[in-house]
């Protein structure tokens, strides 16, 4: 896909977009349909920018498709969405280069003989910014991970690969990340402090943060919360 003089202005427009705290993102009456069902319908939101916003529901009520439509990796088929100023799913692609991702179960798994290096290396080359060995591990010391920079994706515990998931994210420096399904497999204390960390990416960094969560209790932590049936 060709980049248009517009596509570009926008991707380079970070400091202005946060500045002007306009919605992250607006919906209304939103809904996917697919052959085997229906993930969400008629779902009306405004998600603002710069803040954690929870999207809480039950195992199997569409949070998962919903952060996927959010992040431009899924398309809607009715209703409206404007993400980051642009409507969706036309201008999805755009909107995808500037949203991360953590760690989604079958969408973008990390091969399980992969070290955090390695695949720290492969995401910094994606985003076309340069990593040296010195850098990478800069990154991964960063945000705790520079014991583990070596071990294999395999070998983590949960709480390990969820952060390294949330810190694969946030390179290159998106406007927003999209986090799904971080009680997994973690303790309670662990919960809290990746929710704890996603608090401060949003209120230090400026970067938009939307979760997926079960727990109320989770949920209460974000500043903004969507409740899905």
Known sequence: MSETADDILFEGSMSAAVGSREPFATADRLT???REG????????????????????????GKTALLLTL??????????????????????????RNIGMGLFKGVNDLPANATLASATSAEFSLRAKGASSEKVRDYL?????????????????????????????????????VVDNIE????????????????????DRGITVVVGCVSRELSDQADHVIVMG
């Open 141 to 177: 010391r960063e945000w705790g991970l520079s014991e583990v920079a070596f071990a294999y994706v395999r070998d983590l515990s949960a709480d390990q690969l969820a952060m390294f998931g949330i810190a694969l994210a946030c390179v290159g420096d998106p406007q927003a990340i």
């Open 38 to 61: 229906c993930p969400y319908a008629d779902m009306t939101f405004e998600i603002p920018s710069g803040q954690v916003t929870a999207i809480r529901g039950r195992s199997g009520s």
């Open 71 to 96: 992040a431009g990796r899924m398309c809607s088929t009715d209703g409206t969405l404007t993400v980051l100023g642009r409507t969706m799913p036309k201008q999805r692609r755009v909107v995808a």
């Open 32 to 34: 996917l349909r697919t």
């Open 184 to 203: 997994y497999g973690l303790m309670e204390a662990h919960r809290r402090r990746i929710m704890n960390c996603l608090s401060d990416i949003a209120h």
